[in-house]
């Protein structure tokens, strides 16, 4: 049996890494994208703040346009091309953030650097009113702690006379196995306490005196990773090369640094070619630097 | 073991117990259905006779060929013996090839394995797999009715009915007469699981046992059969249901959807101003949409027809064909219904079909259902501790 592939309903923070890819082989084989929870995406259902999108790339008759999801584990690229024209249609009105529903397939852009970063190619967006943007949470969030459940359960007992209970379906426990596989180190209670600050807090009236909580600070965030101190002379090298990059896009046509100009300035500056590639791709994570083409880079 | 090189003497076999293998074995097994055939030999153009049919010994069904048989016919329903006999494998699934080395003897009811009730694996109905058989099926009779079929010549009195457990609705079509009752429970053995309209059906004949049990665990009578929701991922590895209920997000529109003509005579959708049987015709406009509903574990196309599409987008029909008298451009329709369907939450209920193109579903119910916001967030501070302070 065939027939549609289903939306997995994930945050960001899983989406984001998941890196183990499926491929298909031959023409009608779909291909996957394996999350270290056991998600087998080929689509996705996400749900969070979209916009402002912008368009990449000059082709006029090849109309390309980006935006950011956001949702309180992660941020993820949402692009739509001219294959996907509603998705297009409805990326470009997205002017402003606002909450959005997005259905589209899962894609691994390979970094020049050979950094893999999952990418939602959109094929149907909406905006959300807020009930149905909770709704939707609310359904990412559950689904999440079904894998986390299954993947935990199977990382416990692994042999094959775990017996996972009626409700598991054979595809998902096997999918969790691979995930589990693929992914050794991953740790499934890391992403249960990013789900935390998605929980909204009961009424206090509903839980017993000595339980309820203070009336401030009742959401619990989750504090941004801090940002990794680098030796001073890593700053030289950054800042020498963002300011050769902003002189070449500026001098150039079509607002990019052609990345060879590039490498062959910073070699005379003394940056070896591996060293620049080293920046390049910790300025590209850190969305200081784009390559929405290969070979050329902008400021993001 | 033939240690000593001599001939291997094949080994009786039960045929749920086959396995591809170069040692010939022996069968003892019931013709289910057996057809005769001449093939013709490509050589010399010589015909070969060939006879071919399903066996089964109760614990399972297997497909065999028999060349160069003998002349005389062979009923359905007689019990054979026979060895050597070789084990291949097609598609996927065991068969079982007679040769001119084998001997075909007939044998009697009473040489079939003798199956011992607690050796047969417990289904569930949505474990149901098409060609099974060799299981016990606990279940309550959720409706039954006779029906009077033409089997040939023969006038035959059948009952069909549905069956229910905890897990799915199955129907059953049973050719012997076991005096079933609607809202009892049964254990039957000796069932057979055959595929019809895209679904799973089981087959009652003079091998099943019917057990009247308490009915423990199952659900009560006058239940509603199939109201309880199923994960569209548990049908996706079933094998089609005959009453389920599946609650998902429209995410979208499967062809042909939108405005169609129908033909005037048979209702049939034209193609290019044309129906499949009654050719060019003047059709009439109607409205239906094929919904894909997801859940998160799999998909259920959903086919809304015009009473549907008009309650649940808003949009009557009269509607879609002024629009279409502004903008001449069919696909602007379905885009609009579209979008008044797209992320929102719907309960369908009805067969469920599965075939090479996925699930689909005829529903006899459709509505909109929103999450239930406050149950949710319970339930979800239920699962995740340490939450929410």
Known sequence: ?300 | MADDGGPTVPVETRLKDLRVSELPVMITARIVTVMRKEVVRRSDGGRRPVLSGLLSDGTATVRFTWWDPPREEIDRGTVIRAAPVSVGEFQGRVELTFGWKTRVQPASEAELPLLRPEELPRRLVRELAVHEEGFILEARVAEVEPKTVTVGTERRQIHQGLLADGTGVVAFTAWTDFRLRAGEAVRLTGVYVRSFRGRAQLVLDERTHVERVSGEGLPLPGAGFGTETTLMGVLAEGSGSERATVVGRALALQPPSGLVMRCPSCQRILKEGACRIHGSVTGNPDLRLRLALDDGTGVVTVNLDRADVERLTGHTLEMCLATLRDRPDPSIIEAELFQTLFGRRFRARGAVRRDDFGLSMNPTEVLAEPLDLARAEELLRARLPGSGR
Do not use: C
């Not at chain 1, 300011?243 to 940056?271: F, I, Q």
């Open chain 1, 1 to 300: 049996m065939t027939g549609r592939e289903v939306a997995w309903r994930v945050l960001a923070q899983e989406y984001l890494a998941s890196v183990e890819e499926e491929r298909g082989e031959g023409d009608k084989m779909a291909s996957y994208l394996l999350s270290p929870l056991g998600a087998r995406m080929n689509r996705v259902l996400m749900v969070g703040t979209l916009g402002p999108a912008e368009p990449v790339g000059q082709d006029p008759a090849q109309p390309f346009w980006r935006a950011r999801l956001v949702d309180a584990t992660g941020t993820v690229t949402v692009t739509a091309g001219s294959y996907q024209p509603r998705a297009l249609t409805a990326i470009q009105g997205f002017r402003t953030s606002q909450p959005a529903l997005v259905v589209g397939k899962a894609q691994l852009f390979r970094g020049r650097d050979g950094s893999a970063t999952p990418t939602l190619r959109a094929e149907e967006i909406r905006s959300l009113v807020a009930g149905e943007r909770r709704e939707l949470e609310i359904e990412a969030v559950a689904s999440t702690l079904d894998r986390i459940g299954l993947v935990q359960r199977l990382r416990r007992d692994p042999g094959p006379g775990v017996a996972p209970t009626p409700g598991d379906l054979t595809t998902a426990v096997s999918a969790a196995r691979t995930a589990i596989e693929k992914y050794p180190h991953s740790d499934p209670e890391r992403f249960r306490e990013s789900l935390l600050p998605l929980v909204v807090p009961g009424d206090p009236r509903a839980t017993p005196a000595s339980a309820v909580p203070p009336p401030t600070k009742v959401v619990r965030r989750v504090d941004p990773a801090p940002a990794p101190t680098l030796p001073r002379a890593h700053h030289a090298q950054e800042s020498l090369l963002l300011d050769l990059l902003d002189e070449l896009s500026e001098a150039s046509e079509d607002g990019y640094a052609d990345l060879k100009e590039a490498l062959s300035r910073a070699a005379a500056r003394g940056l070896s070619e591996v060293r620049v590639e080293e920046l390049l791709g910790r300025l590209e994570e850190d969305g200081v630097l784009e390559e929405p083409i290969v070979g050329k880079v902008r400021r993001a």
